[in-house]
RNA sequence: GGGCGGUUAGCUCAGUUGGUAGAGCACCGGCUUUACACGCCGGGUGUCACAGGUUCGAGCCCUGUACCGCCCACCA
């Protein structure tokens, strides 16, 4: 790197910089330059690897996006500055149920697996009332056309926000080479036994009819009712259960209590008949029922709940599922094997009025059914309970058995506790929220999705003579073939034609969880299969930033997937960052309507200033954001006109330049050295927002003090050598200062580098103390302190003067200081430059003595 | 029920090993001051949520409580 006072690169200021078209000017130059490219040529050693979140390709990205990339971009500017080859790729996550639901809506399809792919269709201009069905392959090519026109819009907003992104390292995780990482992944866990299919009750989705895991649950506050319901007993008397599922009565397969409940103990292995469908079911005991809750005794159904599958499970009950993959009770015949009745007459009656109901219809029907045959013990009392949703559904989950994939974890948790302790947390809380999940682990991943986007389970079964498929023997596909689809490829020793057929073959028809792809994104974005030599170079990587909601997901699947692949970590540092809420700190999401998109603000503010708003915010932190006060974003954009301002006024007098000599430009540099250390520290601990407010503080003070203090000598008043060490010093301080708000401010940085700097500011080195104290020939104590105490004095006569309603230019013909200033002394030339004083002494005085001129000129003063 | 974070000026928030409570915004007053009026200077009486404890000394450490937010568990 040059010297700051060399003069071989002339200095260009311009009349009146602006903020204005910095991001489209600086990022055609960034992308013409190459400026963020990777070097892979590096060793791992010389790397700083992110392993980007992959935003959700399903409409537009919001103001929360900008505040958390912005995070991970300052860390990446401030690496890059370092010295290391920074790979920090971005991807697209284009996989999975918000894209399919987008696609449906946008198109007006819906995708039937059944049908034949028609090479020629086209979707209609506008989306037809009357959605139209098409095959799996047309489906997901209007999901890849609609993904590309969203990830192109997504990159210009990034791009405008300034992300240090190798724009060339994309990835989305339905593509090609991530479908094979991702297949190639499961195929590899399904050979050492790792993953696993199991028929078993399953959490399901009826609207999207598909299976869904514990991480992607949520509970919602929905409102319901207790039904008082009377089961009879052989002898004529009566057991009574409240229940919210009346509905599922058909279903009741026993009913329990806890096994002290004096009441109940003596009817345990007895029977009840169940109402309306005179089901013979036993009274049981197991202690997860509550004495407390209800009458103590509770119907277990198949399923109404997850404790209804445990009380299934450990008393080994019968099954009599009636709900069906879409919701509602499926058809069946009561007196039949499994079904039997001691009335199926009535049974079947009864049923027949509730069969094809949706489960809440059918529990409207059977509430009257029940009153008829007086089974139902009062009215219905209204509750208000939390209820199981699929995150991203609208009706309340059903637990369905069906077969699915599973991916083993429970063995894991001790040393996926194991692997938290190792990692790097920012900040080190959000470790809880992760030792919190693992702990509470019910069960192994399901992975498997009743979908059509998505990277295909890539396994087929064969067909046995029967007809029948044999899923206990998978066909797997050699992993130089992926990706496959196996419901268009054929397996290895069979050809299309055999699809189906006895002695053939089934591909699986699901699709994998989209965090089953995700899970993989370092593996996926470093190369795992098809570069080996960049993986080598990138992973485990050396950074994850996401957010907090997604720990148990993303986070928890990424750390699984490494373990089980690579017995390691996937990155050694985690940083977690926060949400952006709106004014009443509620999250923003676009059901309530607060949603803030970024680009108003981008344009009004400039990126510098939202970056600076995102930059601001503690790590961890969720910041209430009103866009009606854009309060920090005006902040930063006054920040960065400043630094555009006052990089004018230092270049604009830049000559002479010498040796420096002054005490206030050596305290300056001295000061600003430890700056340095500060903020290099504070960036080191991943806490970009401490580095910024120090690095501002710093600034606003070198402006509005040590800039004003030694203004009148830079224009000459004390002679050339003393003009050449504050313009020096300047320099110096600006080359620094510049490099230091880099990573935050990286628009205005680099424009005020382009007026005197060659090449990229980006691109330099990250500024070191031998750049501020070479200079100086080292630290400069005693000059640190005349800049403390000039400081303090500067401070002092300013407010007096405002106190006395003086003009700042007023002149002060004597000023006698209190002693504890007398540290300025050797500054006193400017002190009294800058405060117009003529006559200045100290002395024991409580408060300084001010004795103001009449009129006439300031001693010295240029230009007053 | 378990866990995590928060509670500091009207608002948004800093406050790093315990040592005289801070910034910005807003508000008020002053200043055409040759880098910047998108500017500069000045103006802060706050039960640091509450109660107790440790300490010479607590916004900070310990115990408990309340409220706000989030995560998990429960879900008859």
Redesign the pocket.
């Known amino acids: 790197m040059s010297s700051p006072v060399d003069r071989s690169f002339p200095i260009a200021l311009p009349e009146k910089p ?1 903020l204005e078209g910095l991001e489209q000017k600086w990022n055609a130059r960034w992308e013409e330059q190459q400026t963020y490219q990777f070097d892979r040529s590096r060793p791992r050693a010389d790397v700083y690897s992110i392993d980007t979140p992959p935003p959700t390709v399903s409409g537009s990205l919001h103001i929360g996006h900008v505040f958390s990339y912005t995070h991970t971009d300052v860390i990446a500017r401030f690496q890059r500055m370092r010295g290391k080859s920074v790979f920090y790729p971005m991807g697209w996550d284009d996989n999975g149920l918000p894209t399919e639901r987008r696609v449906q809506n946008y198109y007006g399809v819906r995708c039937d697996p059944s049908l034949p792919y028609d090479p020629s269709f086209q979707p209609p201009d506008t989306p037809p009332k009357q959605p139209i069905s098409i095959s799996r392959p047309n489906f997901v090519e209007l999901c890849g056309r609609l993904t590309t026109e969203d990830e192109k819009v997504f990159e210009g907003l990034f791009r405008h926000v300034g992300l240090s992104v190798d724009w060339k390292l994309t990835y989305a995780t339905i593509a090609p080479n991530a479908q094979r990482v991702s297949q190639a992944g499961f195929l590899r866990l399904l050979k050492r036994g790792l993953a696993y299919q199991h028929e078993a009750p399953t959490l399901w989705d009826v609207d999207f009819k598909t299976a869904v895991a ?1 991480a992607e ?3 919602r506050e929905q409102p319901g009712a ?1 039904h008082r319901i009377r089961f009879a007993r052989p002898d004529g008397s009566a057991i009574e ?4 599922r009346p509905e599922l009565i058909p279903a009741c397969v026993a009913l ?1 209590a806890h096994p002290d409940d004096e009441r109940y103990k003596p009817l345990f292995g007895t029977e009840v008949v169940t109402p309306l469908f005179g089901v013979r079911v036993p009274i049981r005991a197991h202690a ?3 004495p407390e ?2 009458t103590g ?3 277990i159904c198949t399923f109404g ?3 209804d599958v445990i009380w299934w499970r450990e008393l080994s009950l019968p099954v009599r599922a009636v709900i069906q993959a879409n919701g509602t009770l499926k058809p069946l015949t009561w007196g039949s094997a499994g079904w039997e009745t001691d009335d199926a007459v009535r049974a079947q009656a009864a049923y027949e009025q509730l069969v094809n109901l949706p489960a809440s219809k059918a529990r409207t029907k059977i509430v009257e059914l029940l009153r008829e045959s007086t089974d139902l013990l009062g009215e219905p009392r209204p509750i208000t ?4 949703f699929f995150e991203k559904g609208d009706r309340p989950l059903e637990i369905i058995t069906s077969r699915q994939w599973f991916i083993k974890t429970m063995e894991f948790r001790e040393t996926l506790l194991e692997r938290g302790r190792q990692m790097q947390w920012h900040p080190e ?1 959000m470790r ?2 992760f030792e ?2 693992v702990n ?1 682990l ?1 069960g192994d991943w399901c992975i498997s999705r009743q979908r059509f986007f998505g990277v295909p389970i890539p396994v087929w079964y064969p067909v046995g003579p029967d007809g029948n498929a044999d899923y206990s023997k998978p066909l797997c596909p050699a992993e130089t073939r992926l990706p496959i689809d196996p419901s268009t490829d054929a397996p290895e020793g069979y050809v299309e034609a055999q699809r189906g057929k006895p002695g053939g073959f089934v591909g699986d028809p699901d699709i994998m969880d989209t965090w089953a792809t995700s899970s993989l994104t370092p593996q996926i974005a470093g190369g795992w299969i098809d570069d080996p030599d960049l993986f080598a170079r990138v992973f485990p990587m050396d950074l994850r930033p996401q957010g ?2 997604i720990i ?1 997901t993303w986070l928890f699947t990424t750390v699984l997937r490494a373990h089980l692949e690579h017995d390691s970590l996937p990155w050694t540092n985690a940083a977690i960052n926060g949400w952006v809420l709106d004014p009443d ?1 509620k ?1 923003m999401s676009k059901s309530k309507g607060n949603v803030v998109t970024p680009i108003g603000l981008l344009e009004e503010f400039g990126s510098d200033g939202v970056r600076y708003w995102a930059a601001n915010v ?1 790590p961890g ?1 969720d ?2 954001f009103d866009p009606r006060d854009p ?2 974003i005006k ?1 930063g ?2 920040l960065s ?2 630094i555009l ?2 990089a ?2 230092a270049l ?1 007098q830049s000559e002479p330049r010498g040796t420096i000599t002054e005490s206030l430009d050596r305290g300056m540099l001295t000061a600003l050295d430890k700056l340095i250390g500060e903020v290099t520290e504070h960036l080191d601990a991943y806490d970009y927002a ?1 580095g910024l ?1 120090r690095a501002e503080t710093f600034f606003w003070a070198f ?2 003090d040590y ?2 203090l030694v ?1 009148g000598r830079r224009y000459g008043d004390f002679g050339s050598d003393a003009a050449a060490s504050a313009n020096s010093a300047i320099l110096v301080a600006l080359d620094t200062l510049l490099r230091l708000f880099a990573p935050y401010l990286p628009f205005v940085t680099e424009e005020v580098w382009s007026w005197w700097r060659p090449g990229s500011v980006h691109r330099s080195s990250w500024p070191s103390s031998t750049d501020v104290l070479s200079p100086i020939g080292g630290r400069d104590e005693a000059a640190l302190a005349v800049r403390l105490a000039t400081q303090d004095g500067l ?1 002092e006569v ?2 007096l ?3 006395l ?1 003086k ?3 007023a002149v002060i013909a004597r000023a006698v200081l209190p002693s504890r200033f007398a540290g300025l002394q050797p500054a006193a030339r400017d002190f009294q430059a800058a405060t117009h004083i003529r006559d200045l002494s100290f002395g024991d005085v409580d408060e300084a003595q001010l004795e103001f001129a009449e009129e006439g000129p300031a001693p010295g003063a240029a ?1 007053v």
């Open positions: 602006a514990q649950l949520e509970d207790y259960i409240d229940t919210t329990v997860l029922a509550d809750k209800g005794i509770a119907m709940d997850l404790t309970h939390p209820v199981k809380f809880h929220r919190n999940w509470g019910a907090h909601d148990r700190r999250k503690r932190g910041p209430a309060g920090q902040i954009r006054r006109i400043k301002n006052a004018r006024f604009l401490r407010e402006c509005d800039l004003e203004k401070a300013r407010r003067k405002s106190l309603k003009p700042t230019k230009g």
